[in-house]
């Protein structure tokens, strides 16, 4: 049976097709956009309403084995913010209860998503031997299509594979590394740092500072990483966080790793937390940005910090072992066999506190210095920064210069002299850069061809806000949200949760590989090789770039 809809006479904003709010119908069949439907097709009055692709979060937290960690670190969570089972029309057995917080359980992620207009998530952190976890995970997260990037910056045959200058080792073992755990991008947290953390060597803090152990450096671990993602074609480049997340005078190293790129594509996430100028606290913002701005191979998002509660959850364990001891807030640290590291700190971001100030601050900067929206997008790496349920505020702050500007006058101003903010930034954002930055822009970083768009062909992920004066509520209630042509959101209200589509890559690699990997899993793994990869992937992997 086709399933047909117009969605009538909305004002629409589909930047990649060069759509800037003309007034015209989008329509769907059978779980794409088609040019036109024949008369009689049921409708969606969306008039004086305003239209845009389903957001695609290129970077958050919410299916891993380490937001688990993170919801049973957070009980109090569980118990401040209970989210009972949506009164749905497509019968009880996808309805699920739940809890909400900073880290919500999987039903609950996917139902807030979807009650926010974003229709494509991706977790930004997986351990790969914990890629069954994730999996489990995304599947009890209704309303998405979700995928995963696998960690690979401190894993321990990739290390020896950089230490032995064996490039093409490393490229065929992180293709069969995506494969066997069902991933879609190659990740890179801290590189080296975590391993020389967990190994009794002090963190590294310059990219071609040495991990002892095995000779090699950040650098690299980022040149052959980078290498292997493009020679693989893989639709996302290498998507970086880089040493010394989070302390004073990190922009140096930030600004060393991407000259480190030397030309190759490559995306930097969540800036904000590496853009802090030295030795005391400073926003190092406009350098970085001035760096992004130049180089067209080069894309990031932002990680803005919001002020509220927030869950740091990260591969970056000393990080995480100096925000515990500053904080004094509890903590989990976890060593995932010999592939990454894994730390959770609950954090609260207080806008007298002039630290989390200056990070909200440097957020916006790098927002509002931008020259390329479709190479800085949104992010608040969910729950890092904040929920994403902070997105509509983030907008409106990108969008309301007065908004902006009030909230500026009721932050600890002890660290913003000299930053771009406090001298006043006019810029607002338009809808069109908001379609950007939230949807057509991080799909095209993506390599989501069928995602952030309107076009003939695409996926029918469409989310209808009805205008309202206030951005904010504007963005966190859309009238009607439409996941690959199935009406999920009316009126307001989450009405269906279909479950998502998989987003993954099985890129070729030499099987040469395989015998010596073999050989490394049967000394150092607690599982057998034969026994890693994850059976049962749904959905097909998706094409490698042209
Ligand atoms: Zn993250």
């Known amino acids: 049976m086709s399933t047909r809809l117009r969605i009538l006479g909305g004002t ?7 759509v800037d709010g003309e007034v015209r119908d989008i329509c769907i069949e059978d779980g794409h956009i088609v040019a036109d439907l024949p008369g009689g097709a ?17 970077h958050s937290h919410l299916a891993s084995s380490s937001c688990n960690h993170a919801r049973r670190l957070l009980p109090e969570e569980r118990s401040a913010d209970p989210a009972p089972a949506p009164a749905l029309l497509d019968g009880a057995a996808s309805s699920r209860s739940g809890t909400g917080g900073t880290v919500p359980t999987t039903f609950t992620s996917g139902y807030r998503y979807a009650g926010l207009g974003y229709t494509t998530v991706f977790d930004a952190a997986v351990a790969p031997v914990m890629a069954r976890h994730s999996h489990a995970e995304l599947e009890d997260t209704p309303c998405v299509d979700g995928g995963f990037f696998a960690l690979m910056g401190n894993d321990e045959y990739l290390l020896r594979q ?8 490393a490229r065929d073992y992180a293709a069969w590394l995506l494969g066997a755990t069902g991933a879609y991008a190659i990740k890179i947290v801290n590189p080296g740092g975590v391993e020389a953390w967990k190994s009794g060597q002090r963190n590294l803090s310059g990219i071609d500072d040495v991990l002892t152990a095995h000779g090699v450096t950040p650098r690299a671990i980022l040149e052959t990483l980078a290498d292997s993602a493009n020679q693989l074609q893989l639709p996302h480049p290498v998507h970086i966080h880089c040493n010394n997340l989070g302390l004073p005078g990190n922009v140096a190293v930030t600004l060393a790793s991407m000259q480190a790129m030397a030309g190759r594509r490559a995306h930097f996430t969540h800036v904000q937390f590496h853009s802090y100028g030295g030795p005391g606290w400073s926003s190092g913002a406009a350098q970085v940005i001035e760096y992004v701005n130049s180089h067209p191979e080069l894309s990031v998002d932002v990680g803005q910090v919001m002020f509220g509660p927030a869950t740091t959850i990260t591969a970056d364990g000393p990080v995480e072992y100096l925000l515990h001891k500053s904080s004094g807030r509890k903590w989990v640290n976890i060593d995932i066999e010999l592939e990454t590291g894994c730390g959770i700190v609950p954090f609260q971001y207080k806008d007298k506190a002039a630290v989390s100030a200056l990070q909200w601050a440097i957020g916006l900067e790098l927002f509002l210095l931008s020259r390329d929206p479709w190479r800085v997008v949104l992010s608040t790496d969910h729950p890092n ?14 969008m309301d210069r007065s908004v902006r500007e009030e909230r500026l006058k009721q932050v600890n101003p002890k660290l913003l002299a000299g930053s771009a903010l406090a001298d006043g930034l006019t810029r607002e954002y338009t809808l069109n850069e908001v379609a950007i930055i939230t949807r057509a822009g991080p799909a095209r970083l993506l390599g989501l061809r069928q995602k952030g768009h309107l076009g003939t062909g695409a996926d029918a992920d469409v989310t209808v806000y009805a205008r309202n004066a206030d951005i904010a509520q ?7 949200v439409i996941k690959g042509g199935t009406l999920v959101v009316e009126e307001g209200q989450l009405r269906r949760a279909p479950t998502g589509r998989r987003l993954h890559v099985r890129p070729g690699y030499d099987d040469a590989l395989l015998p010596d990997l073999k050989r490394y899993f049967d000394a150092h793994s607690t599982i057998a090789f034969e026994n890693y990869p994850v059976q049962g992937i749904p959905d097909d992997p998706l094409p490698l770039r042209p």
């Open 162 to 169: 950089v230490a032995a200058g064996e490039k093409e080792r």
């Open 12 to 18: 629409v904003h589909d930047p990649a097709n060069g």
């Open 385 to 398: 920064g904040g929920s994403f349920l902070s997105y509509p505020a983030l907008i409106q702050l990108l």
């Open 474 to 480: 504007m963005f966190a209630t859309p009238r009607y």
């Open 42 to 58: 049921p409708t969606l009055d969306a008039r004086g309403m305003i239209v845009m692709a389903g957001g695609v979060d290129i």
